[in-house]
């Protein structure tokens, strides 16, 4: 799916579920929310007292993280979400914020996921494989940070001689069909060939995979991969067919 045109100046805000995040995603995280714009609010929600979170504690200063206190006042209440939906949605009405990083395998921040969306702003989520669905969907685009993990150890290792790649996610067949449907709406010339652009742009309207998320850094190495499809470069733009 295309990027956002023209990000910079755009105000980015971080919001991350410490309690449900690794801290060696964040430079992956950081570099997507590119995408949007200047990652200039970073907020880590969790108890800090935990010795879970000594890896976010190690790094919040480097990268100028907002380290936010909560504790576990109740047994099973989560005073972390409470605390993050409610700056979410005062960032949201400042009206001073153009996108939303959510970090969190959480099914309860769907919700305010669903919420910002609704005012007009894209929310890129990040999380793990077994984030439920209900959340991935909330989102503009989900990336399973541990897909892009691979993708940037295949990155390193590629050069080396006779290394192995580590395996890259399937693409199964759902995606094959979104992608497949989002082709047959598309505007198509004489040859079949569809705008790559607009065929992201209605796949995105269905669902909130990102490329990254299966290995790849961009939607046309996900599809030049797949034999159901065939690219050209026409005049510094990608097009698309569906073969079969």
């Known amino acids: 799916m295309p990027a956002p045109e023209n990000p910079q100046g755009r105000n980015i ?7 449900n995040s690794p801290a060696n995603s964040l430079d992956a995280v950081l570099t997507i929310l590119g995408d949007l ?4 609010i970073r907020r880590a929600y969790g108890n800090w007292t935990k010795p879970g979170l000594k890896g976010w504690s190690a790094i919040v200063h480097r990268h100028a993280i907002e380290p936010q206190q909560q504790f576990d006042i109740t047994k099973g209440k989560n005073a972390t979400d409470m605390k993050m939906t409610i700056d979410a949605m005062d960032l949201l009405y400042t009206g001073r914020v153009d996108g939303f990083g959510i970090m969190s395998s959480d099914s309860d921040f769907m919700p ?4 910002i969306r609704q005012n007009g702003l894209p929310v890129y989520g990040f999380g793990s494989s077994k984030t439920p669905e209900g959340f991935r969907q909330a ?6 940070v541990s897909a892009v993990a691979v993708a940037e150890a295949e990155a390193e290792t590629g050069a080396a001689i006779g290394a192995a790649p580590p395996p890259k996610p399937e ?9 497949s449907d989002a082709w047959k709406a598309s505007k198509r010339d004489d040859q079949g060939f569809a705008s790559l652009s607009e065929l992201g742009t209605r796949a995105a309207n269905r669902s909130s995979f990102d490329a990254r998320s299966y290995g790849f850094s961009r939607l046309s190495e996900l599809i030049e991969s797949l034999p159901n499809f065939v690219t050209e470069r026409r005049d510094g733009s990608i097009v698309v067919k569906r073969v079969r």
């Open 13 to 19: 805000a971080l919001l991350i579920d410490a309690d």
């Open 37 to 40: 714009g200047t990652v200039n």
């Open 171 to 179: 693409v199964g067949a759902d995606l094959v069909k979104l992608l």
């Open 112 to 115: 305010i996921a669903v919420r």
């Open 139 to 144: 989102c503009t685009r989900f990336i399973d």
